[in-house]
């Protein structure tokens, strides 16, 4: 039994902020945004928005490209560090209440920036149990936990949701191969206090994501090698076989590092930061969309996802697409 993706889709605010923008309130240039990240442009959440909303635009879009109807569904998973709620219930919830999944499980899962390809790879596991369809989504209200004075992390971050319906069957190709891993010892290079760790004295919200820029740019470039290599090391292929590589987008100058690591060109690698940001878990199901949106991914390619982020945490899948 084969798991496929068989359905993608996106949620993103209405409003778009440009580095111009951001320019007019911190002290930064599109100049300096653009040649340090790759960034032109994030979308940012309104009042009435949230991680959950989003989710739910993406699950429905996804759903109905997939053929799929909610109450088929047998899994809602959600990966996000931006929960609605500061601990329960879960966003998945949320979204499985709004979407009408009314067989399925929900949980939420949190992996950071590799959240989707840990929920992909929790979702593909438990469908050797239950043969439903299963909802993967990744979504992230990165503005609601970003100080937006700090011009070191604020012009970085963008708000998003990206979903993918699962399907089993037995048709080759598939989910193919995942490796997830994950080093606690570098929990403090980008952490988001305001959980019980943290004496409650003033409500959640008040608390910023702190990063520890060069540390995260070192690791995620050796991450994201490592993660490439091991993917075709075990599935016995070489990078020439691999058609895309979509990765999750932090930094045009990380996948640009890892390009030059891996000895191939950079027109192999899906890259969209420039007019959203990094949305976290959300970035490389939005990717993906975007990339099959734009009629770039062909039967049989061989399909590399890849993450990296706060934990710390990395890993990737290797797809075989069949459309
Ligand atoms: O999903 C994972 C999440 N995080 C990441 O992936 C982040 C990984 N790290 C990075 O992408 C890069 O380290 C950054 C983009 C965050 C920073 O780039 P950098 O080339 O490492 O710059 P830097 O931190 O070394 O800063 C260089 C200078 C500093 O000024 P001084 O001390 O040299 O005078 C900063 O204050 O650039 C300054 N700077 C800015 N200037 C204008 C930092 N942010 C800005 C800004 N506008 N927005």
Not at 19 to 40: C, M, P, Q, V, Y
Not at 201 to 220: E, H, K, S
Not at 249 to 256: C, L
Request: proline content about 3%.
């Amino acid at each position: 039994m084969n798991v496929h993706i068989t359905g993608l889709g996106y949620g993103l605010p209405a409003r778009r902020v440009t580095n111009e923008e951001l320019a007019k309130t911190i002290d930064t240039t599109d100049e300096w945004i653009f040649s340090h990240t790759g960034i032109r442009a994030r979308h940012i959440v309104g009042p009435e928005e949230s991680s959950a909303t989003l989710a739910t635009s993406a699950a429905k879009m996804a759903l109905a490209r997939a053929g799929v109807k909610p109450e088929e569904l047998g899994m809602v998973v959600v990966a996000t560090s931006t929960p609605d709620y500061g601990a329960f219930p879960s966003t998945a919830c949320l979204v499985q209440r709004d979407i009408g999944a009314v067989h399925a499980g929900a949980f939420d899962l949190f992996a950071a920036c590799t959240g989707f390809i840990y929920a992909l790879e929790a979702a593909r596991s438990l469908m050797q149990n239950d043969l439903r369809p299963a909802l993967v989504i990744g979504a992230d209200v990165m503005s609601r936990i970003t100080d937006w004075k700090d011009r070191n992390t604020c012009v970085l971050f963008g708000d998003g949701a990206g979903a993918a319906v699962l399907q089993a069957s037995d048709r080759p190709g598939g989910i193919r191969h995942s490796i997830l891993r994950a080093d606690g010892k570098g929990a403090q290079a980008l952490h988001h206090e305001g959980g019980c760790r943290t004496p409650q004295t003033g409500p959640w919200q008040g608390a910023y994501l702190q990063m520890n820029g060069r540390q995260v740019f070192n690791f995620a470039v050796k991450a994201f090698e490592e993660i490439v290599r091991d993917l075709i090391a075990r599935q016995g292929i070489t990078l020439s076989e691999v058609r895309w590589i979509v990765p999750h987008q932090a930094n045009v100058r990380i996948i640009e590092a890892a390009a030059r690591r891996l000895d191939i060109g950079l027109d192999r690698f899906f890259v969209n930061i420039g007019d959203l940001a990094n949305t976290s878990a959300a970035t490389v199901p939005m990717a993906l969309e975007q990339l099959h949106r734009e009629g770039k991914l062909q039967a049989d390619d061989t399909v590399i996802l890849a993450g990296f982020g706060a934990g710390l945490t990395w890993g990737g899948s290797l797809v075989q697409w069949q459309g």
